[in-house]
């Protein structure tokens, strides 16, 4: 019993954690029928950001920076690239997705460089101290990412439905030309929801890279690959879906790593494909994900 609560401690914060990036792949979806794949760039940027600074600048205003800055760079990529290639973009929205992806390589080629060979520290207050509750041993840096993540996402779903940022970004998820046609900005929220995909990225980045991970390197990024399965299962539309999507993928991999003697037969690296075996079967189950929305199609 013990055992399997601090699987799900475990898998409850790492999957809070990945619902964080997830989100940032559902807002830009819904404000702008595109797939952001450079969400991994953007994540590895925030990371190295603070990495960099919480010496100069302390922890807590390093990481208000590194938040500040990737969500500035989230939304520098919307502006510079996406929207100067929407009006002539052949293939519409597909093409602009494959467009995130060259962007992510470009971003992430400069960003490993940078790092090199190098593990760098965050400087977080936590360090390796754990909490004991019982029988049950859990490392203050779970809690501290349960806890900042559920904040996070609740300020953002609040945001999201009272917020006239939040209005008009869901009158532009449902129709774009008449959320336009009513006065609604459709760059200034696609603007916006490139910068949340940011902030959010860099906030993941920061538990990401702390104990029991040594520390930030050139291999931070494929983390983000993860959340793309948790978005694609809760639905790339559905920002409930994001956060359902990430804690069940937090807890599935928690639960092959807590248990991995069980699953000696599949491989000591089952974990990492753990996410898109499920990604897989909910796909084969319900196309659209658990929370996404079904298109009609008239025959």
């Known amino acids: 019993m013990t055992g399997l609560l601090e699987v799900l401690v475990n898998g409850l914060s790492s ?3 990945y619902a ?20 991994p760039s953007l994540l ?4 190295l950001l603070i990495a960099e600074l919480h010496d100069d600048i302390g922890f807590w205003p390093a990481v208000l920076a590194g938040i500040a800055a990737t969500a500035a760079l989230g939304a ?15 293939g519409g929205n597909a093409t602009l997705s494959i467009v995130t992806i060259g962007v992510d390589i470009v971003l992430t080629v400069e960003l490993t460089r940078r790092i ?23 490392a203050q840096t779970r809690i501290a990412a349960l806890a900042v993540a559920v904040l996070a996402i609740a300020a953002f779903l609040l945001a999201f439905k009272f917020t006239s940022w939040g209005v008009a970004m869901r009158a532009a998820a449902e129709r774009r ?33 702390v104990f029991p991970t040594p520390g930030l390197d050139r291999t931070t990024s494929y983390a983000a690959l993860k959340a793309l399965p948790a978005a694609v299962i ?6 409930t879906g994001a956060l359902v999507g990430g804690l069940v993928i937090g807890i599935t991999e928690s639960a092959v790593i807590g248990y991995q003697t069980d699953f000696a037969l599949l491989g000591g690296g089952f974990a990492q494909v753990a996410p898109y075996l499920l990604m897989t079967i909910v796909l084969l189950v319900r196309p659209a994900g658990l929370f996404g929305t079904r298109e009609a199609a008239r025959v």
């Open 15 to 17: 999957g809070a954690v």
């Open 76 to 90: 520098a990529i919307e502006f510079l690239v996406l929207r100067r290639l929407r009006p002539g973009a052949l």
């Open 116 to 138: 090199g060979t190098r593990v760098l520290p965050l400087g977080d207050p936590w360090g390796d101290k754990v909490v004991r509750l019982g029988g049950v041993t859990i």
């Open 177 to 209: 030309e008449t959320a336009a046609l009513m006065g609604v900005r459709l760059g200034r929220v696609s603007a916006g929801a490139w910068a949340v995909a940011g902030a959010f990225a860099a906030l993941a980045a920061l538990f990401l890279c």
């Open 20 to 39: 964080l990036v997830a989100l940032g792949f559902v807002v830009v979806h819904k404000a702008t029928e595109v797939i952001n794949f450079a969400q």
């Open 234 to 239: 809760g639905g790339v539309d559905s920002t």
């Open 44 to 47: 590895l940027a925030g990371g």
